[in-house]
């Protein structure tokens, strides 16, 4: 992720950040406490969301993001019930190697111990136990069970656009 910081001069700062998936968004904290944050799709230059927060609930959303909000209750007794197995939700990168490589020509089974439960396209087309013909394409959300430290290994090595494959 890249994270650009600048004065804005009797405004307050703006972060520009741009995600490992290209994605862009800026972040405005005014003076008085507002944050003003907008979406930009990776071809456009003009958002095509925007957000105005006061003060309060910028914190409120930073800690709800950040994770010290909410737990789930239903992951303790996941955890329980499955030790070891892990869910995670995963979107492919831009030149990841198994953009526009099927599911079962990355071995992920075999090699990774790992199944993807679902793809959620980006058109939100949803593949329910996508089969091993499924195409993965970039910006794919990927559902993947699995041990935690196999599913950290593929999404290192086949997922993410600094794979090593």
Known sequence: MNIRESELPGIGCKFEVITKSNEKMVIVIHDDGRREMYH????????????????????????????????????????????????????????????????????????????????????????????PDSIIDAGDMLVLSGERHEIKRIIKEVLSAGGDS
Do not use: C
């Open 40 to 131: 930009f799709d990776a071809d456009h230059e003009e958002s095509v969301s925007s957000i105005s927060l006061r003060d309060s609930e910028a914190r409120q959303i930073a800690a709800i993001l950040g994770g010290m909000v909410y737990r789930p209750q239903a992951l303790d007794t996941i955890e329980m019930a499955f030790e070891g197995l892990s869910i995670e939700w995963f979107k492919v990168e831009n030149n990841a190697p198994a953009v526009q490589q099927t599911i079962g020509s990355l071995a992920i089974r075999k090699t990774y111990n790992v199944t993807v439960i679902a793809i959620l396209k980006k058109n939100m087309k949803k593949f329910f136990n996508p089969g």
